[in-house]
T-cell receptor, first 110, second 112 residues
Framework: KNEVEQSPQNLTAQEGEFITINCSYS?????LHWLQQHPGGGIVSLFM???GKKKHGRLIATINIQEKHSSLHITASHPRDSAVYIC????????????FGKGTHLIIQP | SQTIHQWPATLVQPVGSPLSLECTVE??????LYWYRQAAGRGLQLLFY??????ISSEVPQNLSASRPQDRQFILSSKKLLLSDSGFYLC???????????FGQGTRLTVV
């Protein structure tokens, strides 16, 4: 069974800083999700990627399949980016659901 | 476009009471449906998944059950809640071929 590890567990930074959140997994996957969970609990899917790099606004996600590692970057961070960021992997055909990391609690201070 | 509805958003229930959480998907047919739980201080964990009506697979033995009476309806139930059932419950769906997952807003359950 896949194990998904995220680091750091908690991160506090100043507005404008460049943020990096890391995710490592133990077995081969078909896809990896980066999710954002706000204090109310609702979850939004930020990226789904299986190779290379994706960019959406100030968010960038990269994945290295050989190293079993993915990173989520936030450029020019803003207090509204404060949330829990969760890495989740998908193995096999997809019917058996996602394996989640424990999340990274990000606080951006003004 | 596809949407997913999950309710209620929050719920406080006494120990021993029943539970019913409902999730419905609109705008697609024959989705894969999932129930996840996030206990305090832990990551999300898959509880049940379904690839079709009345086809339910359980990942973790527990006090909960799931049913799929209609193609786009997924229900999480319990006959008697335990304190340990407290947590955040999340419904999600995905297509079989396209593996992108879409999430409901979640239900925060507190068993008292």
């Amino acid at each position: 069974k896949n194990e998904v590890e995220q680091s750091p567990q908690n991160l506090t930074a100043q507005e404008g800083e460049f943020i990096t959140i890391n995710c490592s997994y133990s077995v081969g996957i078909s896809a990896l999700h980066w999710l954002q969970q706000h204090p109310g609990g609702g979850i939004v899917s930020l990226f789904m990627l299986s190779s290379g790099k994706k960019k959406h606004g100030r968010l960038i996600a990269t994945i290295n399949i050989q190293e079993k590692h993915s990173s989520l970057h936030i450029t020019a961070s803003h207090p509204r980016d404060s949330a829990v960021y969760i890495c989740a992997t998908l193995s096999g055909g997809g019917a058996d659901g996602l394996t989640f990391g424990k999340g990274t609690h990000l606080i951006i201070q003004p | 476009s596809q949407t997913i509805h999950q309710w209620p958003a929050t719920l406080v229930q006494p120990v021993g009471s029943p539970l019913s959480l409902e999730c419905t998907v609109e705008g697609t047919s024959n989705p894969n449906l999932y129930w996840y739980r996030q206990a305090a201080g832990r990551g999300l964990q898959l509880l049940f998944y379904s690839i079709g009506i009345d086809q339910i697979s359980s990942e973790v033995p527990q006090n909960l059950s799931a049913s799929r009476p209609q193609d786009r309806q997924f229900i999480l139930s319990s006959k008697k809640l335990l304190l340990s059932d407290s947590g955040f419950y999340l419904c999600a769906w995905s297509r079989v071929i396209n593996t992108e997952a879409f999430f409901g807003q979640g239900t925060r359950l507190t068993v008292v």
